[in-house]
Nanobody
């Protein structure tokens, strides 16, 4: 499956963005989907994951309440709604497809190219 992430951009602190990740090549409903992010000089970190049905969702604790992952299998798309953005949220955000809901990046086999989120203070 090929993944294309979009929706990043420049936003002021406190603002919102919605990232999208569109899958092609195979049906998205076959996969668990995750979002990760990587800030400059830092390791890639887990953001959120959602099961193929959308019934099971897992977030990294520090982002609960501000970020929401969702999916629309009919559109082959997974979303990440990001609210109350902070300068420390600035990173390249990646979507990934795998077989298990996991915070571990090595559990995901397919990755999108990333979309840059910049948050100004």
């Amino acid at each position: 499956v090929q993944l294309q992430a979009s929706g990043g951009g420049l936003v002021q602190a406190g603002g919102s963005l919605r990232l999208s990740c569109v899958a092609s090549g195979r049906t998205l409903s076959n996969y668990v989907m995750g979002w990760f992010r990587q800030a400059p000089g830092k390791e890639r970190e887990f953001v959120a994951a959602i099961s193929w049905s959308g019934n099971y969702i897992h977030y990294t604790d520090s982002l609960k309440g501000r970020f929401t992952i969702s999916r629309d299998n009919a559109k082959n798309t997974v979303y990440l709604q990001m609210n109350s953005l902070r300068p420390e949220d600035m990173a390249v955000y990646y979507c990934a497809a795998g077989s298990f809901v996991s915070y571990a990046s090595d559990r995901y086999d397919n990755w999108g190219q990333g979309t840059l989120v910049t948050v100004s203070s």
